[in-house]
């Protein structure tokens, strides 16, 4: 999923269009949000988006002008740590965003669940969109029926 959402956010013309002139990007890995009907542990749906950024580190960002932080929370959370009166975040300028989806269908013959994660990139003094995709999974178990 993460490979893939990778590629995509890669090719896209708002990243694929920028070189080392363009107008630095600051991107904060913000939030994921579970709004799928299963219980996940948060520091489990943050898996998806450490390895995502970390796929994206190793391209070509930095020629891109583009650098990531930690989101908020996590700078605090080091921040408080660390204790160091000189250190400064840097402003986000956008942020990195994941939502966790899911469909349960049930009868009697089948049940299928579909289950559907959106990352996004916002640009955050407009709120606009700039890049979001799709990654789809679909379970389907079949059920003997007896009469």
Known sequence: MTDRMAESLLASPEIASRDGEAVPWIISVDRVMNLSSDVVPHRELWVFMGRLRGLLNQSDLAGRNITFVLSPEQAAALNQRNSDPTNQRATPTHAL?????????????????????????????????????????????MRDEWD
Do not use: G, P, Q
Not at 109 to 130: G, H, K, P
């Open 97 to 141: 965003a994941a939502t966790f989806h899911s469909l349960t269908l049930d009868d009697r013959s089948a049940r299928s669940d579909t289950y559907v994660c959106v990352f996004n990139l916002i640009e955050l003094t407009t709120d606009r969109v700039l890049w979001e995709d799709r990654y789809e999974v679909k379970r389907t178990v």
